[in-house]
């Protein structure tokens, strides 16, 4: 790449997203230092189940030796259950294909071994960027602490991959949308109470929306959505709030709760970044957007933008703001996707206004009476289709479906105090597939205009 530079590449973050991005840039011959912070993965909650399209992305990473060394668990698809009325649902992923889940820690400390041994990759361990000196077109100079030693390295290209919160992305002067929408509680069960121990499991409806999915042969992870505010106290001394819950799983969560004197929790964020390029820095991952974790897509979004990152970089080999810009075009789109579905998904299966019961119905009526609908939700959820206007059409499918259940619901006023706000949450989404259609038609044209200058 020229210049001079220590390495072509930093790569601050040795998660999913850093190894995954480090991996790529390797692969075009880029010599590539890797940061990492060298946090207790085993003391976080944090992704632990992948999509099908998750797990064949990193495959064509050349992950796959160790994606065959996980001792993982099969994951069918998503089995759904509500509250009221209390049916179930399952929905497949499409042709059969599988996903698969495991504790995070065995996730991503073996992918963290398999990237130091690729040819251009050096591992800093135990390491903080500690500021970033400068940064433009031309490259960056930072600092990373190591063992009380500060170091300064440049760089043609620095590629942040540290998470939601991103010390990095504040250091670049990059802003963001941030909204906290409430905490997530961790805890582990027998994977016996499961009532589909290969599925992950959605509990919608009732007084606290949770997840379930097994991470080994006898454990599952159990993960309650609390309000802002709560704690794993609230839960002890208010068991009730566990309803929505099979009654052998409730009491294994009552038990763990009882045993467990710090359970792990985690904030649900909504953050998404300004911009996710700088000069010749790059947001990949939770670093550049975020959303609420129940449709189980950021690790698979996170090896999409390691994938972007580097067929933009084969296209402007030795144009690195051009590269970058075009990375930020074509990550879009589906990034709008899966945060605006997050939202959407949430407020469905958390919310508790009449509006929202009125969707859950209606959601429940599509998926039963439609399989065309339930696989395209599917598709939409594993992150294997990712066109917002595709979103928008399935939200107005359930809506109609939740306005027939209205309509033979009981007394005008009713159905209409839950007709107002159903309507109005197809806003989001309908609104979010305009702005897509516009910002395509308009990057089209700016190609095209480029093209001809």
């Known amino acids: 790449m020229g210049g001079p530079w220590d390495f072509d590449v930093v790569v601050v973050g040795g998660g999913p997203a850093g190894c995954a991005a480090a991996a790529a840039l390797a692969e075009l011959g880029r010599s590539v230092l890797l940061v990492d912070a060298g946090v207790d993965r085993h003391r976080q909650l944090s992704g632990e189940l992948l999509h099908p399209t998750g797990v064949s992305a990193l495959r064509e990473l050349g992950f796959g030796d160790v994606v065959d060394g996980w001792t993982s668990r099969p994951v069918r698809g998503f089995a759904v259950f509500f509250a009221a009325p209390a049916r179930a649902v399952v929905l497949p992923y499409a042709r059969g294909a599988t996903g698969v889940s495991l504790e995070h820690a065995e996730l991503t400390e073996p992918l963290l071994r398999a990237v130091a041994r690729r040819p251009g990759v050096t591992v800093q361990a135990h390491a903080r960027v500690t500021s970033v000196e400068h940064n433009d077109a031309r490259g960056v100079r930072l600092r990373f602490l190591h063992e009380g030693v500060e170091h300064a390295v440049g760089a043609r290209m620095l590629v942040a991959a540290d998470g939601r919160a991103s010390p990095v992305r504040r250091m ?68 009730e ?192 597939a305009v702005a897509s259609t516009l910002e395509q038609v308009g990057s089209w044209w700016h190609r095209r205009v480029r093209r001809s200058a």
């Open 172 to 239: 670049l002067g990059i802003s963001e949308r941030f909204t906290r929408i409430s905490t997530m509680l961790g805890l582990t069960v027998d994977s016996a109470c499961l009532p589909r121990p290969d599925h992950g499991h959605q509990f919608v409806g009732g007084p606290l929306y949770a997840l379930a999915y097994a991470i080994q042969p006898d454990v599952a992870r159990v993960m309650v959505d609390l309000p802002l505010g709560s704690t794993a106290q609230t839960l002890r001394e208010r068991p």
């Open 241 to 432: 709030l566990l309803a929505t819950l099979p009654s052998a799983l409730s009491a294994e969560v009552r038990r763990a709760l009882d045993v467990s004197a710090a359970p792990r929790m985690a904030s649900n964020d909504d953050r998404l970044s300004r911009t996710v390029w700088k000069g010749s820095a790059v947001l990949v991952g939770d670093a550049a957007s975020c959303c609420h974790p129940l449709t189980g897509s950021g690790m698979t979004s996170c090896f999409h933008d390691a994938r972007a990152l580097q067929r933009a970089l084969r296209h402007h080999p030795e144009d690195i703001p051009r590269a970058l810009e075009r990375y930020a075009r074509e990550r879009r789109p589906a990034q709008r996707t899966r945060v605006q579905l997050a939202a959407s998904l949430y407020d469905a299966c958390a919310g508790q206004d009449a509006g929202m019961r009125a969707l859950r119905r209606g959601l429940l009526r599509y998926w039963e009476h439609s399989p065309r609908g339930a696989r395209a939700s599917m598709s939409l959820l594993s992150s294997e289709e990712s066109r917002m206007r595709v979103l928008a059409r399935e939200y107005l499918c359930v809506v109609g479906h939740s306005l027939v259940t209205l309509r033979r619901g009981r007394g005008r006023d009713a159905c209409a105090r839950a007709a107002v706000p159903l309507l109005r949450s197809a806003g989001p989404p309908l609104r979010g």
